[in-house]
């Protein structure tokens, strides 16, 4: 099946600072990736679905200045934490949908962020 | 709108017995359907899908599901539970196969 990579799996930050996490399709070309964040024993919360080439679209709620994702390429979609604080702590998974459908999400394996 | 139904949170069932964890789901349009399987710390790991071709779907790990569209239901089940299926399960509706809405989850414990 598809590959899903993301790095870094566990990033500890200091207040303050940004920290950006890569979500990449190892093997296949992605049109559309998706960014989840995950808090302790509950669902995955869709942040934004991001398109290759276009912005991406954030869920209500979701600050998109904070939150900046970016998708250059058809295999690469970036999240980046701006000026993080310990309430952006949580796990951050991203996944992607191949070109053609019929629709499946391939996962990464999701990003532990822990801010001080 | 679309909508999926996670019933139960929380669902133990004793090694060697059956595992049933329900899921229902609401849309406009048939859907496509996934059943996705997380281990602590780990992004989730698809067990098996519904794209409208056999209502029976047979996944990974012996895990196997039933579409019915009459109680708009997508029930995941194993006939014999094992140690290592311990985990969150998630259940996820596609009505387009461009935008996924995912249960809140259940969580199973297996007892030895």
């Known amino acids: 099946g598809a590959v899903v990579s993301q790095h870094p799996s566990w990033v500890i930050c200091k207040s303050g600072t940004s920290v950006k996490i890569e979500c990449r399709s190892l093997?296949?070309?992605?049109?559309?990736m998706f960014w989840y964040r995950q808090f302790p024993k509950q669902s995955l919360m869709l942040m934004a679905t991001?398109?290759?080439?276009?912005?991406?679209?954030?869920e209500q709620g979701v600050e998109k200045d904070k939150f900046l994702i970016n998708h250059a390429s058809l295999t690469l979609s970036t999240l980046t934490v701006t000026s993080a604080h310990p309430e952006d702590s949580s796990f951050y998974i991203c996944?992607?949908?191949?070109?053609?459908?019929?629709?499946?999400?391939?996962f990464g394996e999701g990003s532990r962020l822990t801010v001080l | 709108a679309q909508s999926v139904t996670q019933l139960g949170s929380h669902v133990s069932v004793s090694e060697g017995a059956l595992v049933l964890l329900r899921c229902n789901y609401s849309?406009?349009?048939?859907?496509?359907l996934f059943w996705y399987v997380q281990y602590p710390n780990q992004g989730l790991q698809l067990l098996l899908k519904?794209?409208?071709?056999?209502?029976l779907v047979k996944g990974i790990n012996g895990f196997e599901a039933e579409f019915k569209k009459s109680e708009t239901s997508f029930h995941l089940t194993k006939p014999s539970a094992h140690m290592s299926d311990a985990a969150e399960y998630f259940c996820?509706?596609?009505?387009?196969?461009?935008?996924?809405?995912f249960g809140t989850g259940t969580s199973l414990t297996v007892i030895p």
């Open positions: 996944s992607a949908s191949q070109a053609g459908g019929p629709g499946e999400l391939f």
């Open positions: 093997d296949f070309q992605a049109t559309t």
């Open positions: 991001s398109n290759e080439g276009s912005k991406a679209t954030y």
């Open positions: 849309s406009s349009v048939p859907p496509y």
């Open positions: 519904y794209t409208s071709a056999a209502t």
């Open positions: 996820a509706v596609s009505p387009t196969g461009n935008q996924f809405y």
